[in-house]
């Protein structure tokens, strides 16, 4: 069975850092491309950030470049995502989510077959 497992989330200080975890199982890791999406209440689910280690591309989103940086460790089947600099609108439910083909769109929800149960971020202000 494929599964996501999102971990590192937590409370933190505008301006702080936080390091995000997704460890799968159930499928050639290394074979299919990772994203970090994230949902804030009353808002879409979007777009944070995406790893194709096959097009060995990284992709991320406007209001996070600079910011947050996607790596990948093949061997232990895990993707992070290291944030710095939070802002309070940061503050988000962060999913990670696989999919064997990289997105026309690499932002675009529905182009992602299986999804993590999420991590909490909260940046106070």
């Known amino acids: 069975e494929v599964q996501l497992v999102e971990s590192g989330g937590g409370l933190v200080q505008a301006g702080g850092s936080l390091r995000l975890s997704c460890a799968a199982s159930?499928?050639?890791?290394?074979?299919?491309?990772i994203g970090w999406f994230r949902q804030a209440p009353g808002k879409e689910r979007e777009g944070v950030s995406c790893?194709?280690?096959?097009?060995?591309?990284?992709y991320y989103a406007d209001s996070v470049k600079g910011r947050f940086t996607i790596s990948s460790d093949n061997a232990k089947n895990t993707v992070y995502l290291q944030m710095n600099s939070l802002k309070h609108e940061d503050t988000a439910i962060y999913y990670c989510?696989?999919?064997?083909?990289?997105?026309?769109?690499?932002?675009?929800?529905?182009?992602?077959?299986?999804w993590g149960q999420g991590t909490q971020v909260t940046v106070s202000s």
């Open positions: 989510a696989a999919t064997p083909h990289l997105p026309g769109v690499w932002h675009r929800t529905s182009g992602y077959d299986f």
């Open positions: 159930g499928f050639t890791f290394d074979d299919y491309v």
């Open positions: 790893s194709s280690s096959s097009d060995r591309s990284t």
